[in-house]
């Protein structure tokens, strides 16, 4: 297939479009104590644990299973969810403005996010660029997660988008090439600038990088 004829784009939101990361709670939890909070989210808040958030799991199960795993730090397992937006820095504007481009150009946009059904919602009142989306597939309502493959079926199927015709971007390497599987153009995020000019490459209606 040509690079024109590369005509919808599939986002992923956290690492993308979404700056998320517990370490903006965390470091205010473990004041000086970098090593503390990275020990921490290695060895009981792991990201592990949290995929299975995504996947569909509870977060009253989640913190019940690793308070009874990690007794006296209760504490700062209960704020992995309860101060959940704190996690999330802001926007990534680069990447913003490129979606607000692709939109600009009518070029019909998705996400597939790894994402726990449980704060989904919090996110999407936050940021008003999910509502730009013509279909938004969240692992934790479906529970499945990626790289499973039936993920990336599901929202192919579900909004008749053909593989062939779709590029896919993500900030996990292994999530992009699972795409590239399945017939998509995967494209590994790494930067906003990085993400243009491989668009402007592809003949999406991005302005060139500058």
Same mark, same amino acid.
């Given at each position: 297939?040509?690079?024109?004829?590369?005509?919808?784009?599939?986002?992923?939101? #956290?690492?993308? =479009?979404?700056?998320?990361?517990?370490?903006?709670?965390?470091? @205010?939890?473990? !004041? $000086?104590? +970098?090593? #503390?909070? &990275?020990?921490?989210?290695? +060895?009981?808040?792991?990201?592990?644990?949290?995929?299975?958030?995504?996947?569909?799991?509870?977060?009253?199960?989640?913190?019940?299973? =690793?308070?009874?795993?990690?007794?006296?730090?209760?504490?700062?397992?209960?704020?992995?969810?309860?101060?959940? !937006?704190?996690?999330?820095?802001?926007?990534? %504007? $680069?990447?913003?403005?490129?979606?607000? &481009?692709?939109? &600009?150009? $009518?070029?019909? =946009?998705?996400?597939?996010?790894?994402?726990?059904?449980?704060?989904?919602?919090?996110? &999407? +009142?936050?940021?008003?660029? =999910? #509502?730009?989306? @013509?279909?938004?597939?969240?692992?934790?309502?479906?529970?499945?997660?990626?790289?499973?493959?039936?993920?990336? @079926?599901?929202?192919?199927?579900?909004?008749?988008? %053909?593989?062939?015709?779709?590029?896919?971007?993500?900030?996990?390497?292994?999530?992009?090439?699972?795409?590239?599987?399945?017939?998509?153009?995967?494209?590994?995020?790494?930067?906003?600038?990085?993400?243009?000019?491989?668009?402007?490459?592809? $003949?999406?209606?991005?302005? !060139?990088?500058?």
């Amino acid at each position: 297939m040509t690079a024109e004829q590369r005509s919808i784009v599939i986002f992923d939101l #956290g690492g993308v =479009l979404v700056d998320w990361d517990p370490r903006h709670l965390y470091r @205010r939890l473990f !004041p $000086g104590d +970098e090593a #503390g909070m &990275e020990r921490f989210l290695a +060895e009981v808040c792991t990201n592990e644990w949290n995929l299975q958030q995504d996947a569909g799991r509870s977060w009253a199960e989640a913190t019940a299973l =690793l308070r009874a795993q990690h007794p006296g730090q209760e504490e700062l397992i209960d704020a992995f969810h309860r101060h959940w !937006p704190e996690m999330i820095r802001g926007a990534i %504007d $680069g990447t913003v403005e490129i979606l607000r &481009e692709l939109r &600009e150009g $009518g070029v019909p =946009l998705y996400a597939l996010t790894n994402w726990s059904a449980e704060t989904y919602p919090v996110a &999407e +009142e936050r940021f008003d660029f =999910l #509502g730009w989306f @013509r279909g938004v597939v969240v692992s934790g309502q479906e529970k499945l997660i990626k790289p499973d493959p039936r993920i990336y @079926r599901l929202l192919l199927e579900r909004f008749g988008v %053909d593989p062939q015709a779709a590029v896919y971007i993500d900030d996990n390497p292994r999530n992009a090439r699972t795409a590239g599987d399945l017939g998509m153009h995967g494209i590994h995020f790494t930067s906003p600038e990085h993400l243009r000019a491989e668009l402007v490459a592809l $003949g999406l209606p991005v302005a !060139p990088p500058a």
